[in-house]
């Protein structure tokens, strides 16, 4: 069973287009996070909802919107796609475990072109 | 506002050296902090995490990274490069509470040659 499951893997679409990505955990996590990677490979965090409450949101432009219907999923939606959105998004969650420590897991990413 | 910065943004060890990746955080407590790494084309991987128990944390792969609080660094480290270690590593920091978000660096690609 897939952890964190992203979908879809790869999404290729025009410029203007209205796209979502979605995703979910089935670790019982109570936060869940959504990272860009840029072509550069750096990562960034963009936001994050804990129990569906927005905690983090990062300088990202508001054609953005994420949304958590639940603790278990959080999808990210983007409007008016522009070239610079091209990049690799990738969700994770996070739990603070009974050791004090924390395990962050990570989906498999999706990579956006647009074009 | 923590961070990390890792040094060296390329490097390159032939087969059966030393793997030493740097890693050095900024933070006004001690944090948590993780190394993961990224094959081509693939998610992310943890290969190992610090959690304030012991400073040497030993990880997948035949990796193991020192906390060293005087120095604030976090260098990770392999005995014995393999070829299937060429990969992108990161090194990364949280905050001591949860839900807070991991803040990466800049990452380093790591090349093993024969």
């Known amino acids: 069973d897939t952890a964190v499951s992203q979908t879809p893997k790869y999404l290729v679409t025009q410029m203007g287009n209205d796209k979502s990505i979605k995703c979910e955990q089935n670790?019982?996590?109570?936060?869940m996070y959504w990272y860009k990677q840029d072509s550069k490979k750096f990562l960034k965090i963009m936001f994050s909802y804990n129990n569906k409450e927005l905690i983090i949101n990062e300088t990202v432009p508001n054609r953005f919107s994420p949304k958590s219907p639940d603790k278990a999923h959080l999808n990210l939606h983007i409007n008016s796609l522009e070239l610079g959105d091209s990049a690799v998004y990738f969700c994770a969650s996070s739990q603070d475990d009974r050791e004090g420590s924390y395990g962050y897991t990570f989906g498999s990413g999706t990579r956006l072109t647009v074009v | 506002a923590q961070s990390v910065t890792q040094l060296g943004s390329h490097v390159s060890v032939s087969e059966g050296a030393l793997v030493l990746l740097r890693c050095n955080y900024s933070s006004s407590v001690p944090p948590y902090l993780f190394w993961y790494v990224q094959y081509p084309n693939q998610g992310l991987q943890l290969l190992l995490k610090?959690?304030?128990?012991?400073?040497l944390v030993k990880g997948i792969n035949g990796f193991e990274a020192e906390f060293k609080k005087s120095e604030t660094s976090f260098h990770l480290t392999k005995p014995s490069a393999h070829m299937s270690d060429a990969a992108e590593y990161f090194c990364?920091?949280?905050?001591?509470?949860?839900?807070?978000?991991?803040?990466f660096g800049k990452g380093t690609t790591l090349s093993v040659s024969s």
């Open positions: 610090y959690t304030s128990a012991a400073t």
């Open positions: 990364a920091v949280s905050e001591r509470q949860a839900g807070t978000a991991l803040i």
């Open positions: 670790l019982g996590h109570d936060t």
